[in-house]
């Protein structure tokens, strides 16, 4: 049993690559069942807080601790879906390949798969509808499929906390909607979900909460009052455009209509 009952508890982090850093003292934690939106403009730190949670890339200072431990004594409770960006497409497997890597961790590298695994991969296929395409090579699938099948990966896991890296990008409407009932469904189990996006108003819609991240915590809260003219000014500079209109602010992306 976790003596902290934080699923996610980060104190004072600093992290960033060669020296240059991308993350400013971030603080902030997330109770069991929470679904958190992580926004930021481009380069704002999003995929390197969630690599930094996942272990994937070591803080500068500052302390993680997930259900209570250390990075490395939760890594199996972690489950991951990266931007799609740095995945190898051409790379020869199949859907159901990729899925099944996400037991891995369980499994360690000699066991084979046996029933509960393939029961887990099979459900986790089922779940963002990719049962028909799982005999399919990675090259071969649309983008949208491509972020379903990484989601799928990573509940193959049965992780508790899932870190998700945009992945509602390029997906159609309906996709989107199902992937969106997918992270209620996670919720009502007990999941814990830190998403990566760039859809404010997704954002503020689905999620319990919002980390409005630009390399420091600009803020974090409910979504209704993270989403203030002023925060969001801090967070995206002059990456926004803000409209006043009755009951609210119209938030639009610069170039994005
Ligand atoms: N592997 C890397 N090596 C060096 N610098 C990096 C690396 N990855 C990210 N950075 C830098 O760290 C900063 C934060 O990047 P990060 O990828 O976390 O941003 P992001 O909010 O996820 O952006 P996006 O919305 O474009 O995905 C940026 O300045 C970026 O250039
Ligand atoms: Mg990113």
Same mark, same amino acid.
């Given at each position: ?44 730190? +999003?995929?390197?807080?969630? +690599? ?10 500052? /302390? ?47 066991? /084979?798969?046996?029933?509960?695994? /393939? ?71 007990? +999941? ?23 390399? +420091? ?41």
């Amino acid at each position: 049993m976790a003596t902290n009952s934080n699923v996610l508890s980060i104190q004072d982090l600093w992290a960033g690559y060669d020296g240059d850093a991308a993350l400013e003292s971030i603080s902030f934690e997330v109770g069991t069942g929470s679904l958190v939106g992580v926004a930021g403009p481009n380069g704002s730190g +999003k995929s390197t807080l969630l +690599k930094t949670i996942l272990g994937l890339l070591r803080p500068w200072r500052g /302390r993680i601790q997930v259900f209570g431990k250390d990075v490395n004594g939760s890594r199996n409770r972690v489950g991951y879906a990266p931007q799609s960006e740095v995945v190898d497409w051409d790379f020869p497997v199949t859907v159901r390949d990729v899925v099944t890597m996400g037991r891995y961790g369980r499994l360690g590298l000699l066991r /084979r798969p046996g029933a509960a695994d /393939r029961a887990a991969v099979a459900g986790a296929l089922s779940e963002v509808r990719l049962d028909e395409l799982a005999g399919r090579q990675i090259s071969e699938l649309s983008g949208g499929q491509q972020r379903r099948m990484l989601i799928a990966r990573a509940l193959a896991q049965e992780a508790d906390l899932l870190l998700l890296d945009e992945p509602m990008v390029g997906l159609d409407a309906t996709n989107q909607h199902e992937l969106l009932e997918l992270f209620e469904r996670l919720r009502s189990r007990g +999941k814990t979900l830190l998403v990566a996006t760039h859809d404010l108003s997704c954002v503020a819609a689905c999620f319990d909460l919002t980390l409005l991240l630009n390399k +420091k915590l600009v803020a974090f809260g409910p979504p209704g009052e993270i989403f203030t003219p002023e925060l969001l000014n801090e967070a995206f500079a002059e990456d926004l455009l803000m409209l006043p209109t009755e009951g609210g602010v119209f938030v639009g992306h610069h170039g994005h209509g």
